[in-house]
């Protein structure tokens, strides 16, 4: 296993149920990070865990929960979400997060809201 | 104004030639400086990391840096079919302080390389 990898690639969902998102990197980083990705936009901060412990919180709705039970998993907790909330969610991992280091990504999670 | 500024394109080139990607910026603080590729389907691949100004090669590819007119660049030499992605240029600065450091993205430049 390299990198970083998310699972699942894809997913359906309608807007009254319950998923998540994982995870997993295998660059022994100290720092993981959600991003949203929507067509012809940037990408989107949504949260920022180091070691363990949740750093930065970038006003993002309460429907998306996140959880990093160590410095290799990251988990993100979907519920009652909005079409609109239809993107590519991705997950990145670096060495640190106070101090500049580069950022590397998974392949993300297409997230569709019927 | 938007912090960082990216052409989205498409721009489509003939194989073999030069490609000249640019984002321009804002935040005069921007340290570091970062060229993403990203394939259809794919997350973004860290293609280049450059420092402050000036320039960097890696094979076909060069990153330049002008924090004078606040502008980058990457170019392309001898373009390929399989260059045919979406480049997105990402900056970075430490904050002062307390938090996490600044990573911001431009919107991407989609690039088609015609054989």
């Known amino acids: 296993e390299t990198g970083v990898t998310q699972t699942p690639r894809h997913l359906v969902m309608g807007m009254t149920n319950k998923k998540s998102l994982k995870c997993e990197q295998h660059?022994?980083?100290?720092?993981m990070y959600w991003y949203k990705q929507s067509a012809k936009k940037p990408l989107e901060l949504m949260f920022v865990?180091?070691?363990?412990?949740?750093?930065e919180n970038n006003s993002v709705p309460s429907r998306f929960s996140p959880e990093c039970p160590n410095s290799s998993h990251l988990f993100l907790h979907l519920h009652t979400l909005q079409p609109e909330d239809s993107a590519l969610y991705l997950c990145?991992?670096?060495?640190?997060?106070?101090?500049?280091?580069?950022?590397?990504f998974g392949d993300g999670t297409r997230l569709s809201i019927l | 104004q938007k912090e960082v500024e990216q052409d989205p394109g498409p721009l489509s080139v003939p194989e073999g030639a030069i490609v000249s990607l640019n984002c321009t910026y804002s935040?005069?603080?921007?340290?570091?400086f970062m060229w993403y590729r990203q394939y259809s389907r794919k997350g973004p691949e860290l293609l280049m990391y450059t420092y402050s100004s000036g320039n960097k090669e890696d094979g076909r590819f060069t990153a330049q840096v002008d924090k004078s007119s606040k502008y980058i660049s990457l170019f392309i030499r001898d373009s390929q079919p399989s260059d045919s992605a979406t480049y997105l240029c990402a900056m970075s600065a430490d904050r002062r302080g307390s938090g996490t450091y600044k990573y911001i993205f431009g919107t991407g430049t989609r690039l088609k390389v015609l054989a």
């Open positions: 865990y180091s070691l363990e412990e949740r750093v």
């Open positions: 935040n005069s603080a921007f340290q570091y």
């Open positions: 990145a991992s670096s060495q640190e997060a106070v101090r500049h280091s580069p950022q590397h």
């Open positions: 660059l022994g980083h100290n720092a």
